[in-house]
């Protein structure tokens, strides 16, 4: 299979529908990647023991559960105060 496509030959519906897969590829990346960081941030900060059992004791359940919590939060207020700066930069 040829690799190499000559992008000039799509239709523009067929370049508006690549561009459209790109930027949900693109996303779904960013995604992973925000839930690989989530994830090991709050296993190196809760997870103390040996996790042998396939379960969580309740002070690490509590922890990585308030954990997620507040990087979520901070996630939100991130985009909230981007949201506004861009806002006041289409004024």
């Given at each position: 299979?040829?690799?190499?496509?000559?992008?000039?030959?799509?239709?523009?519906?067929d370049?508006?529908?690549?561009?459209?897969?790109?930027?949900?590829e693109q996303?779904?990346?960013?995604?992973?990647?925000?839930?690989?960081?989530?994830t090991?941030?709050?296993w190196?900060?809760?997870?103390?023991?040996?996790?042998?059992?396939?379960k969580?004791?309740k002070s690490?359940e509590?922890?990585?559960?308030?954990?997620?919590?507040?990087?979520?939060?901070?996630?939100?207020t991130?985009l909230k105060?981007l949201?506004?700066?861009?806002?006041e930069?289409?004024?």
């Amino acid at each position: 299979m040829d690799s190499n496509i000559d992008l000039s030959k799509l239709t523009e519906n067929d370049k508006k529908e690549l561009q459209q897969f790109i930027v949900q590829e693109q996303q779904q990346s960013m995604i992973a990647k925000t839930i690989s960081n989530l994830t090991d941030i709050c296993w190196k900060k809760c997870i103390t023991s040996r996790v042998s059992a396939g379960k969580l004791d309740k002070s690490e359940e509590a922890c990585a559960s308030n954990c997620v919590d507040r990087f979520m939060d901070t996630q939100m207020t991130i985009l909230k105060h981007l949201e506004e700066l861009r806002g006041e930069g289409s004024m």
